[in-house]
C-alpha cells in the first residue's frame, strides 16, 4: 500500500521570501509523483509531476520540486513567492499499473503574507 | 475546449436519502475518477472507470456506486446519506493511453447532509 505524508498543514511566509513544502511517501513498487494546488472554491490543478529521468522538475510558474528515492521525498520548492501563491498543496503518489488512481496527503496551506 | 464539469455545484440532503451526482470529462478524454474530500483533508479515491468498466476501487462502502456511460460521462451514487458523506465530490478525467500521466478536474459537488 501507499501512503503520502505532508507533515506541515500551514505555512505561513512572507511575500517575496523562499518557501519549502515537504511531501514524504511510502510505497513498495515504483511510483509517480504529483504536486497538485487548489485554489479558494476550485478543483485541483496539477502543478508538476515526476515519471521518470532527472529527478527535479519545474513548473511553468517557478516551483520545482526534486525526487530523492533515497529518503522517499518529493519536496515543493520555490525561491521567492508571491501573494497569488496562496492556495492549498496537496502531493500525490500512483504506481506505474494505474496512473489514475491518486493517493493523496493531507495538504499544506500555504499563505504568503504581504 | 470545456474542462471537466460537475452538476450540481451543490446540493443539501437529509440522512438517509439518495444522491446523484454527475460528470462531463474533458471531450477525447475516455478515463473518469471520482473522489471524496472532506473538509480540511486530502481527496480520497472512490472510483475510477475506463471505457464504461471499473478499473479501481477505493475503501468506500458499498453505498457508493458509479457507472459510465457510452458517451464517457460518469454518475457517482450514494445510498442512505450519512452526515460523514459531507463532503467535496471530485471528477477527474484522463485520456489513458496518452502517456501524460495527467488527471484534469472538475470543481466538485459540494455536498452537505443534515
Known amino acids: 500500500a501507499q501512503s503520502v505524508t505532508q507533515l506541515d498543514s500551514q505555512v505561513p511566509v512572507f511575500e517575496e521570501a523562499p518557501v519549502e513544502l515537504r511531501c514524504n511517501y511510502s510505497?513498495?513498487?515504483?511510483?509517480?509523483l504529483f504536486w497538485y494546488v487548489q485554489y479558494p472554491n476550485q478543483g485541483l490543478q496539477l502543478l508538476l509531476k515526476y515519471l521518470s529521468g532527472s529527478t527535479l522538475v519545474e513548473s511553468i510558474n517557478g516551483f520545482e520540486a526534486e525526487f530523492n528515492k533515497s529518503q522517499t521525498s518529493f519536496h515543493l520548492r520555490k525561491p521567492s513567492v508571491h501573494i497569488s501563491d496562496t492556495a492549498e498543496y496537496f502531493c500525490?503518489?500512483?504506481?506505474?499499473?494505474?496512473?489514475?488512481?491518486?493517493?493523496f496527503g493531507t495538504g499544506t496551506r500555504l499563505q504568503v503574507f504581504p | 475546449d470545456a474542462g471537466v464539469t460537475q452538476s450540481p455545484t451543490h446540493l443539501i440532503k437529509t440522512r438517509g436519502q439518495q444522491v446523484t451526482l454527475r460528470c462531463s470529462p474533458i471531450s477525447g478524454h475516455k478515463s473518469v475518477s471520482w473522489y471524496q474530500q472532506v473538509l480540511g483533508q486530502g481527496p480520497q479515491f472512490i472510483f475510477q472507470y475506463y471505457e464504461k468498466e471499473e478499473r479501481g476501487r477505493g475503501n468506500f462502502p458499498d453505498r457508493f456506486s458509479a457507472r459510465q456511460f457510452p458517451n464517457y460521462s460518469s454518475e457517482l451514487n450514494v445510498n442512505a446519506l450519512l452526515l460523514g458523506d459531507s463532503a467535496l465530490y471530485l471528477c477527474?478525467?484522463?485520456?489513458?493511453?496518452?502517456?501524460?500521466?495527467?488527471?484534469?478536474f472538475g470543481p466538485g459537488t459540494r455536498l452537505t447532509v443534515t
Open positions: 500525490a503518489v500512483s504506481d506505474s499499473y494505474n496512473t489514475d488512481k491518486l493517493i
Open positions: 510505497s513498495s513498487v515504483s511510483v509517480y
Open positions: 477527474a478525467s484522463s485520456s489513458q493511453g496518452a502517456a501524460s500521466y495527467e488527471q484534469y
